[in-house]
């Protein structure tokens, strides 16, 4: 039994007549009273009545032609989700991201990816860099938003690109000494308390900071550590000491905080976008076009990436 056995029989009831549901099935009239018996004895029941008046279901045919409607609904709906899943307007997306992420791009981008995937299921696991990388190889998540290149075991499979550049600036309290100024110099930021980002989660900023202050700088061995840009600047706002993270802070202004460049101007590891390259699901390949629309800069170096592989 195929799906045009049941097209035929929905149409034979419709128009009670032979010809007229040949007619509008588009076939002869011979062909749908042979697929008519076919289908009859397959199912081992008469199912119309073919009288003077017309063809009617019989007791047996009304029983089939139900189930036969909603299993026509069945594969229409079946063919419309798997355009849509395609299309990547359905199905699952597992994205872990830094903290600093939310500041931007992410807010854009996830409300833009919401509003024309409504249906896609969001996963969102904030998580550092280093376990959001191990978390990719392994295939726990779909797509991930690290400060400075996946490293280890494994990341030489990521597909990466570059979304965002930071530098480093300072962060006080409105009471602090700093408080007002455009600036500081490495030389005061050692005389001071620092707050800085966990080397654990983020080795490479760690490793910029003993660079800039120094490998045994005794300001850097008694830092405040912090999980997340969030933390810092609310550490920095009851008055810890002096936090330090990426310029894409000063996107996120509270009351009692002051910001100052740190001079010299010290850049920090790439805000960089990474997947697998073996995972160019649907739902990805929705996101990564949200990426492109969103960031024109770096679709295209997504694409040359892409090119590469």
């Known amino acids: 039994m195929e799906a045009r056995h049941l097209r035929y029989a929905l149409a034979l009831a419709e128009h009670e007549h032979f010809g007229r549901a040949a007619g509008a099935l588009g076939i002869a009239q011979p062909p749908l009273s042979k697929q008519i018996a076919d289908l009859e004895r397959e199912v081992g029941a008469r199912l119309f009545d073919r009288t003077r008046q017309g063809v009617f279901p019989t007791a047996a045919g ?3 032609l139900a189930r036969a409607r909603r299993a026509l609904d069945e594969i229409t709906a079946a063919s419309v989700d ?3 899943a395609a299309r990547g307007e359905t199905g699952r997306l597992r994205l872990g991201f830094i903290a600093s992420a939310l500041l931007e791009p992410l807010p854009d981008v996830l409300g833009r990816f919401g509003r024309e995937r409504p249906d896609v ?14 978390a990719l190889v392994t295939g726990e998540l779909d797509v991930a938003i690290t400060l400075g290149r996946p490293r280890g ?7 990466s690109v570059p979304i965002g550049h930071d530098h480093l600036v300072a962060v006080v309290s409105t009471t602090h000494p700093y408080a007002g100024r455009p600036s500081v110099s490495v030389d005061q930021l050692r005389q001071q308390p620092l707050i800085v980002a966990s080397g654990e989660d983020e080795p490479s900023v760690l490793t910029g900071l003993r660079t800039l202050l120094g490998k045994d700088s005794p300001a850097l061995s008694g830092a405040a550590v912090a999980r997340d840009v969030h933390t810092i600047i609310g550490l920095a706002a009851c008055g810890v000491g002096v936090g330090l993270g990426p310029s894409r802070m000063l996107s ?9 460049e740190v001079t010299p101007r010290t850049p920090l590891p790439d805000l960089v ?3 697998t390259a073996r995972d160019r699901s649907p739902a990805l390949n929705a996101f ?3 990426i492109r629309a969103n960031c024109p800069d770096v679709g295209a170096a997504l694409d040359l990436r892409l090119l590469d592989r």
């Open 82 to 84: 798997a355009a849509r």
């Open 153 to 159: 075991a494994g990341a030489e499979t990521l597909v």
């Open 273 to 275: 976008l990474s997947f």
């Open 288 to 290: 990564l076009d949200t």
């Open 62 to 64: 009304a029983a089939f």
């Open 121 to 134: 299921r969001l996963e969102l696991h904030e998580m550092a860099t280093s376990r959001s990388t191990a």
């Open 252 to 260: 996120a202004p509270r009351p009692g905080i002051w910001f100052c």
